[in-house]
Structures are given as structure tokens and as C-alpha cells.
């Protein structure tokens, strides 16, 4: 079992940044694959950044790639999301989520592909 826990959220301007964290349980972090993933309210959730265990595959919606940045920190349990340059299309809860996997190279999309999620952080963007 892995529990997740988001924190950094809040309330920022056009244009400004935020970094989202993280935090894992477990033994076996270093062995998941993580994403992040939104929701805006009367919006499906959806995809915004993964990160393969290994550290060395990223991948991003197009909307947020060039802007966001997902980083692990294995020895901390923790992934980060940066998030430079917010819009106000941004503003949504954002939800960590992890998954098992064998290769270290994999990551993942879609969210029923994850089998743990974090409770979400609320972050808004003011125009």
C-alpha cells in the first residue's frame, strides 16, 4: 500500500509559480511510476505530467509543456511538480498518482492506469 499526501497548493497570480509536493509511504517509491493529474470543477480529470521510477522519462500535457517542470526526489519519497508561468486555465485540484511497474524507463498516462492517489491540492490562478 502507498499513501500519497499533495501539499503546496494555493492562491497565485497570472504569471507566478507554484511548486506542488508529493509525499509518499512506502519502502518501494523509488519503484513507482508517478503523475500528476487535474481537475477544474464541471471538468473531467485530466492528464498533466508523469515521471518514470527512474527519473529519467518525463512526459506532459501539451498545454502545460514548456511551463511545468516533474522531479523525483527517490531518497525523500517525494515528486515534485514546478509550475512557472500560471494561467488562469490552471486553476484546478491537482492530484498525485502511483503505480507499480517493472522497467524503470515506463511511465504512464492515463489515469486508470494508477493505483494510489493522493487527496489534492487546490490551486487557483487569479487573471
Known amino acids: 500500500q502507498v499513501q500519497l499526501v499533495e501539499s503546496g497548493g494555493g492562491l497565485v497570480q497570472a504569471g507566478g509559480s507554484l511548486r506542488l509536493s508529493c509525499e509518499a509511504s512506502?519502502?518501494?517509491?523509488?519503484?513507482?511510476?508517478m503523475g500528476w493529474f487535474r481537475q477544474a470543477p464541471g471538468k473531467e480529470r485530466e492528464f498533466v505530467a508523469t515521471?518514470?521510477?527512474?527519473?529519467?522519462?518525463?512526459y506532459y500535457e501539451d498545454s502545460v509543456r514548456g511551463r511545468f517542470t516533474i522531479s523525483r526526489g527517490n531518497a525523500k519519497n517525494t515528486v515534485y511538480l514546478q509550475m512557472n508561468s500560471l494561467k488562469p486555465e490552471d486553476t484546478a485540484v491537482y492530484y498525485c498518482a502511483a503505480r507499480t511497474t517493472i522497467n524503470s524507463g515506463d511511465y504512464y498516462l492515463g489515469g486508470n492506469e494508477y493505483d494510489y492517489w493522493g487527496q489534492g491540492t487546490q490551486v487557483t490562478v487569479s487573471s
Open positions: 515521471i518514470s521510477w527512474s527519473g529519467g522519462n518525463t
Open positions: 512506502g519502502r518501494t517509491f523509488s519503484t513507482y511510476v
